[in-house]
């Protein structure tokens, strides 16, 4: 799988490490920064990592900032993104499943290394069911993006 990644400063050791881990175990990491741990701001990440996904260049992404909280702020607001803030395996691939999420975001100073990489192998081995159901809420997210994110 193509994958995007990308942080803030805060967010900049766990991003590696989760590179890292998905580079070696086949997958194709697209790291769009940052690569220093000067303060950065992460709607800049969040919106490269979002527009990555929309494009089609990748086929997800995953976003680390700080508590994951802003970043997760930020990459929602772009049109098409399901971003999931998860520090839990259960939610990485049931966001995937039932809800289509296409990127996975993370805390830098909440979670460690390897529940980050239990998280995104969660993440990256789910897929979305397609069931009836989901199909049906993602449209009714889709007639709430139509409606109120471009006034």
């Known amino acids: 799988m193509k994958i995007v ?40 990440y969040a919106e490269k990592v979002g527009q990555s996904v929309l494009s089609g260049d990748t086929e997800r992404g995953i976003l680390i900032c700080g508590s994951g909280v802003g970043a997760s702020v930020a990459a929602n607001k772009l049109k098409g993104i399901r971003a999931g803030l998860c520090h839990d395996v259960y939610s ?43 199909v049906r809420r993602l449209h009714k997210v889709e007639v709430l993006e139509d409606k109120f994110c471009d006034q």
């Not at 991003?15 to 950065?40: E, M």
């Not at 995937?96 to 969660?122: K, S």
């Open 92 to 134: 990485a691939h049931q966001g995937v499943e039932h809800d289509d999420m296409n990127v996975l975001v993370l805390g830098g100073r909440v979670i460690g290394p390897q529940t980050a990489i239990e998280l995104t192998h969660a993440y990256v081995g789910a897929a979305f069911t397609g069931e009836e159901r989901h």
């Open 5 to 44: 990644i990308g942080c803030d400063h805060a967010g900049l050791e766990l991003k590696n490490t989760v590179a890292d881990y998905l580079g070696k175990n086949g997958h194709q990491v697209v790291d769009v920064g940052t690569h220093t741990t000067d303060s950065v701001d992460y709607p800049d």
